[in-house]
């Protein structure tokens, strides 16, 4: 595949259409709404999809089914389309009810967002809903997307929206109510356990806060979600209420996970490999900064090793470590690794 059509040019449409230009597909998108590169702009659905190799539908859930029907008679078999909503369930039934066996489609859900990419977080993991219409969709979706650096896992639409239910939808709602309830994220000293729910509340808000309604109304599985979360909230108030002194902590406590090691050990170790894995992770994001910074580079004419810049990144390295009364030759001996790193990664 090499040319793209982009139907929806909104926050994640132009993050996503940024991402593949970057890659080097080239872009042709129709928002009428939207303000995007000139280069992009396409002034139809059929200008947009014509030439395309896949056309892909990144509009509210709600609206799609009028805009797949617009865009019905201006694709071919030869092309792929897909959609990204965060739903899959009603996207995938009107793509059925539209393309049928006519015209190769499937249902994907990219789990990133505008912030994400902005941040250069890696891994980008996106959803893949095999479609047996048409078998060999999973497979070009899966290449379009691998191509733009993203890992792909394949999922029938309603267990991906029964997990969605229970996850996205979840985390939205408990967001949105803890701030309608005038909860402040950005407490000062707040315990390490709310600000994992502060985490949680600005990622919410920043990615994807404008998806609340739809990630609530348009997943079949969400209302049940609710229900059940509602309903054990309501009866844990009243068992706090119940509760008498003598028994209170042992009814109301949080049941700890049966281990043969010390608790202590088991909370450790296991804090210790969720900091890895988010070690990890940064380094991945590093890695997609370094490769912009490479880019940068060659279109300054200058060359990729900076020693320099490397210099003024170590001594700034021990410095933090000083202020935070850690070994800073061992910080040190850290970074000269990610900094050779980073030069693979740049080449």
């Known amino acids: 595949m090499r040319r793209i059509a982009m139907l929806g040019h909104g926050r994640f449409g132009r993050a996503l259409?940024?991402?593949?230009?970057e890659s080097g597909f080239e872009v042709r998108a129709y928002d009428p709404h939207?303000?995007?590169?000139?280069?992009?702009?396409?002034?139809?659905?059929e200008e947009a999809a014509k030439g395309a190799d896949a056309v892909i539908v990144s509009v509210p859930v709600?609206?799609?089914?009028?805009?797949?029907?617009a865009l019905r008679p201006h694709v071919t078999p030869e092309q792929l389309v897909l959609d990204v909503g965060s739903v899959k369930v009603h996207p995938i039934e009107a793509m059925r009810e539209i393309f049928g066996t006519e015209i190769?489609?499937?249902?994907?859900?990219?789990?990133?967002?505008?912030?994400?990419?902005?941040?250069?977080?890696?891994?980008?993991?996106?959803?893949?809903?095999?479609?047996?219409?048409?078998?060999?969709?999973?497979?070009?979706?899966?290449?379009?997307?691998?191509?733009?650096?993203?890992?792909?896992?394949?999922q029938d639409a309603h267990a991906h929206d029964k997990a969605m239910a229970d996850t996205h939808a979840l985390a939205f709602f408990v967001a949105?109510?803890?701030?309608?309830?005038?909860?402040?994220?950005?407490?000062?000293?707040?315990?390490?356990?709310?600000?994992a729910m502060a985490r949680t509340i600005e990622s919410v808000r920043g990615d994807a806060g404008h998806l609340f309604a739809a990630i609530q109304a348009e997943n079949p599985y969400a209302t049940d979600a609710r229900r059940r979360?509602?309903?054990?909230?309501?009866?844990?108030?009243?068992?706090?209420?119940?509760?008498?002194?003598?028994?209170?902590?042992?009814?109301?406590?949080?049941?700890?996970?049966?281990?043969?090691?010390?608790?202590e050990l088991v909370e450790a170790r296991d804090l210790i490999d969720e900091l890895d894995r988010e070690i990890v992770e940064r380094l991945a994001r590093r890695a997609e900064l370094s490769r912009r910074a490479r880019a940068a580079k060659a279109?300054?004419?200058?060359?990729?090793?900076?020693?320099?810049?490397?210099?003024?990144?170590?001594?700034?390295r021990r410095e933090w470590a000083n202020e935070l009364q850690i070994d800073a030759q061992s910080v040190e001996d850290v970074f000269r690794a990610v900094l050779r790193f980073s030069r693979r990664v740049q080449g």
């Open 299 to 316: 279109r300054d004419g200058k060359p990729v090793h900076d020693p320099t810049r490397e210099a003024q990144v170590l001594a700034a």
């Open 229 to 263: 979360l509602i309903d054990a909230l309501t009866a844990l108030d009243a068992s706090i209420a119940k509760a008498a002194p003598a028994t209170r902590d042992a009814t109301l406590a949080i049941p700890e996970s049966p281990v043969e090691q010390s608790a």
């Open 104 to 154: 190769p489609w499937i249902g994907t859900h990219p789990l990133f967002g505008p912030v994400s990419l902005a941040h250069a977080e890696r891994p980008l993991r996106v959803v893949i809903c095999p479609n047996p219409m048409h078998p060999g969709t999973a497979a070009q979706a899966r290449a379009l997307y691998e191509r733009v650096g993203c890992w792909t896992l394949e």
């Open 34 to 45: 939207a303000e995007m590169p000139a280069e992009r702009r396409a002034s139809s659905i």
């Open 17 to 21: 259409s940024d991402l593949m230009v």
């Open 62 to 69: 709600g609206v799609m089914p009028d805009v797949l029907r």
């Open 176 to 195: 949105k109510g803890m701030l309608d309830a005038g909860v402040d994220p950005r407490v000062p000293n707040a315990p390490p356990s709310f600000q």
